[in-house]
T-cell receptor, first 109, second 116 residues
Framework: GQQVMQIPQYQHVQEGEDFTTYCNSS?????IQWYKQRPGGHPVFLIQ?????EVKKQKRLTFQFGEAKKNSSLHITATQTTDVGTYFC?????????FGAGTRLTVKP | DTEVTQTPKHLVMGMTNKKSLKCEQH?????MYWYKQKAKKPPELMFV???????INESVPSRFSPECPNSSLLNLHLHALQPEDSALYLC???????????????FGPGTRLTVL
């Protein structure tokens, strides 16, 4: 099945700074999903992108799907301590979704 | 009801024990999943049930045995586990059966398993 590569593995920012995580695939993705897992918690669905070049916003979070549908990004503007956690992208595998390695975000107050 | 519940929250078992993990959802979802998650790693798919039938088994050792008694319940029976099986076991569900990638997954809080 397809695999999505996610970078960076870790990101430590000062509160108020921006943050971006990237997912890349060697093949075209039909869709991509993003999840957030807080420390000690479970993954929570954030959004799904389907269309080429799609951009969706949720408050301070901006999600993009590349024109070629091979990459995606999640950008957080002006991070807050509540943004702490691991952000996973997930792309289609064989009849299921496969998670990227995740980007762990820590925010210094 | 928009949540997935899992019991127990924590489980400690010896290598000779038999135990079961339970998962329940009442959202009418037709796909249910078991994942294993080690610390600082992504969830790793173990099994997928679609319309109460096992549709995906990711080459999981036979000491893990899934069961789907009905569309709302999913069990994972554990027997003769090894210490390296210690992990967070997550259950998830999605609206449609597997085969459709257009479904968000709802995760339960997980069972943290320790094998001594």
């Amino acid at each position: 099945g397809q695999q999505v590569m996610q970078i960076p593995q870790y990101q430590h920012v000062q509160e108020g700074e921006d943050f971006t995580t990237y997912c890349n695939s060697s093949t075209t993705l039909s869709n991509i999903q993003w999840y957030k897992q807080r420390p000690g918690g479970h993954p929570v669905f954030l959004i799904q992108l389907v269309k080429s070049g799609e951009v969706k916003k949720q408050k301070r979070l901006t999600f993009q799907f590349g024109e070629a549908k091979k990459n995606s990004s999640l950008h957080i503007t002006a991070t807050q301590t509540t943004d702490v956690g691991t952000y996973f992208c997930a792309g289609p595998g064989n009849n299921d979704m496969r998670f990227g390695a995740g980007t762990r975000l820590t925010v210094k107050p | 009801d928009t949540e997935v519940t899992q019991t127990p929250k924590h489980l400690v078992m010896g290598m000779t024990n038999k135990k079961s993990l339970k998962c329940e959802q009442h959202m009418g979802h037709r796909a249910m999943y078991w994942y294993k998650q080690k610390a600082k790693k992504p969830p790793e798919l173990m099994f997928v049930y679609s319309y109460e039938k096992l549709s995906i088994n990711e080459s999981v050792p036979s000491r893990f045995s899934p069961e789907c008694p009905n569309s709302s319940l999913l069990n994972l029976h554990l027997h003769a586990l090894q210490p390296e099986d210690s992990a967070l076991y997550l259950c998830a569900s999605s609206l449609q059966g597997s085969g459709s990638s257009y479904n968000e997954q709802f995760f339960g809080p997980g069972t943290r398993l320790t094998v001594l």
